[in-house]
């Protein structure tokens, strides 16, 4: 990979500490101005929050111009890892989310979460559970030394599978919760937050690159996207703390018997994911990425349709919330776990980025 993905790499590293800022800017605002909330809740047209929709396409564009759609044809010489990572992603993943949501929001910590939330609590659970991969992937993949090419085959995939599973998935595992939710909504969030930046990724990547060309594309126009990800991200957290702080601040036994199951799901996916490619003798290259892509998640996704659906300031945004608190440092501990045990694999075909 050039220098550009590995400044990438060195920026999102220290992510934590963004998020942690964010949470203190967002959790300062809401106690100094109680009516923000409020003001930022009024901003919204059909259910949608206008900022929030604003500041999710600017964080999932910049994925889609990374795409170059013909790698997905090449993809298809290598089966394996694609095979893989989509069983792990759509007939693993979503199903396991349920049970670790049922089985420490409804038994082991039934006595210290109010019946009433669990639902909220459950639904923010299973948006995560079933929006498999992010562009941010591609830093994991880096770090670990991945094959990079698959990864952003991956990432380009799972966007396009998300068009057409994400929307009847939602609607069959949310439905456990006893939450009614109709189809057309989920269809259309996943469509505004995936499709509309994936058609505008595509045709301007395309044109630019056309005009432009490819060094001016990747060496100044690539950078200049991936920090306004970032920013995006950081005021979208900033706006759900807002949001999200009395909460955060009088119940942060919540916050942690949520995090404790979106835990164990991230180990045990990426452990399913890493046993599987080892199994079948994928090569490091190509394990990595692919136990990396099945333990992350489409957090920009689950946001959008948990605000879409319950509100900005419900207990499903606050569920989807603390899954992006805990994701960076528990992927940064997954990478360490793949480096220190690349030499189990296969090393035809290791990535030397």
């Known amino acids: 990979m050039n220098d550009n993905t590995q400044a990438l ?18 959790l300062s605002l809401g106690r100094v101005f109680p009516q923000l909330s409020v003001i930022l ?48 992603n759509w007939a693993i993943k979503p199903f396991s989310m349920v049970f670790f949501a049922w089985l420490f929001l409804n038994v082991v910590f039934a006595r210290f979460i109010p019946a009433v939330d669990v639902p909220q ?15 941010m992937v591609l830093m994991w993949s880096y770090l670990a030394r991945g094959n990079q090419g698959h990864t952003l085959v991956m990432v380009a995939i799972n966007s396009l599978t998300m068009l057409i599973l994400y929307a009847p998935l939602a609607q069959l595992l949310l439905g456990i919760t006893d939450i009614p939710v109709p189809f057309i909504t989920i269809a259309l969030s996943v469509g505004i937050y995936v499709g509309l930046p994936l058609v ?75 046993g ?10 190509d394990s990595s990425p692919t136990a990396l892509i099945g333990a992350s998640n ?26 992006v608190l805990i994701e960076v440092p528990v992927m940064l501990m997954l990478v360490k776990i793949c480096l220190r045990t690349k030499d189990y694999f296969p090393r035809g075909g290791e990535s030397n980025a």
């Open 41 to 88: 809740s009024k901003l919204q047209i059909a259910h949608v929050s206008i900022p929030i929709a604003i500041c999710l396409f600017f964080m999932i564009y910049p994925i889609m111009i990374q795409i170059d759609f013909r790698e997905v044809i090449k993809a298809g010489k290598t089966p394996k890892p694609v095979a893989t990572t989509l069983f792990v």
């Open 200 to 274: 505008a990724g595509y045709v301007s990547r395309k044109e630019l690159i056309k005009r432009k060309g490819m060094v001016w594309y990747e060496n100044r126009f690539l950078p200049i996207m991936r920090m306004v990800a970032i920013s995006a991200l950081l005021v979208t957290l900033i706006v759900l703390f807002t949001l999200q702080g009395e909460v955060i601040i009088d119940q942060p036994l919540i916050i942690a018997m949520i995090a404790i199951p979106l835990f164990i799901q991230f180990a045990f996916i990426f452990l399913i994911g890493y």
């Open 276 to 285: 599987i490619s080892w199994l079948i003798g994928l090569s490091y290259a």
């Open 121 to 135: 609590y459950t639904a923010g659970m299973i948006l995560l559970g079933i929006a498999p991969c992010t562009a």
């Open 9 to 26: 790499g060195i920026f999102e590293k220290y992510l934590t500490g963004w998020v942690a800022l964010c949470m203190v800017i967002g």
């Open 298 to 323: 489409h957090f920009e996704v689950a946001i959008a349709v948990a605000v879409m659906l319950f509100g900005l300031d419900s207990g499903a945004a606050l569920a989807t919330v603390v899954g």
